[in-house]
T-cell receptor, first 116, second 115 residues
């Protein structure tokens, strides 16, 4: 089955530790995205990548880092510099190119990160 | 800059009735898409419906339809014959065709279905 997987589903971190969230897709999509969701708010974009070995900061990139070494994978590292990392993190992917019908983003099931 | 506003934090409807969720947006661009996503308790984001800004005809997907008023920058979602499975958070979102194709989300509306 094609889709997006995120692991782990729940993640606990001690203050001061870096942690990496996994996102894998087998949809052959070019673009991948990381969003953060806080209670009572919509999703906010952290980082995105439209092609392998390239990525761009989103609206709330401070305290996060990413890599895009493979088309299928877009891991997100939450660093100790992120002051309030407890949140729900969603990964998404899409075909790029601006083609009609190719703008839909497909989402993974998410990872709930809690800082202890 | 794009902004999306959902002014109804919570809505409720009786099962089998019709409910309308409101959304307004702001953009200076002419080419964009608008979406409604559903997030049930599982927290999986599911695309409900989308609208291309250049199309005048309102999009429809079975029991879900939109009222797209481009001049007013309004994009409401109508759910007909509400079902218990429709209970979820609903997010309105916009996406510019040019550039990074980033989704910008509203704050969400929690929809409750009363049996």
């Amino acid at each position: 089955d094609g889709g997006i997987t995120q692991s782990p589903k729940y993640l606990f971190r001690k203050e001061g530790q870096n942690v990496t969230l996994s996102c894998e897709q087998n949809l052959n999509h070019d673009a991948m995205y990381w969003y953060r969701q806080d209670p009572g708010q919509g999703l906010r974009l952290i980082y995105y990548s439209q092609i392998v070995n390239d990525f761009q900061k989103g609206d709330i990139a401070e305290g996060y880092s990413v890599s895009r070494e493979k088309k299928e994978s877009f891991p997100l590292t939450v660093t100790s510099a992120q002051k309030n990392p407890t949140a729900f993190y969603l990964c998404a992917s899409s075909i790029t190119g601006g083609l009609a019908g190719a703008v839909e983003q497909f989402f993974g099931p998410g990872t709930r990160l809690t800082v202890l | 800059a794009q902004t999306v506003t959902q002014s109804q934090p919570e809505m409720s409807v009786q099962e089998a009735e019709t409910v309308t969720l409101s959304c307004t947006y702001d953009t200076s661009e002419s080419d964009y898409y608008l979406f409604w996503y559903k997030q049930p308790p599982s927290r999986q984001m599911i695309l409900v419906i989308r609208q291309e800004a250049y199309k005048q005809q309102n999009a429809t997907e079975n029991r879900f339809s939109v009222n797209f008023q481009k001049a007013a920058k309004s994009f409401s979602l109508k759910i007909s014959d509400s079902q218990l499975g429709d209970a979820a958070m609903y997010f309105c979102a916009s996406l510019l065709i040019q550039g990074a194709q980033k989704l910008v989300f509203g704050q969400g509306t929690r929809l409750t279905i009363n049996p």
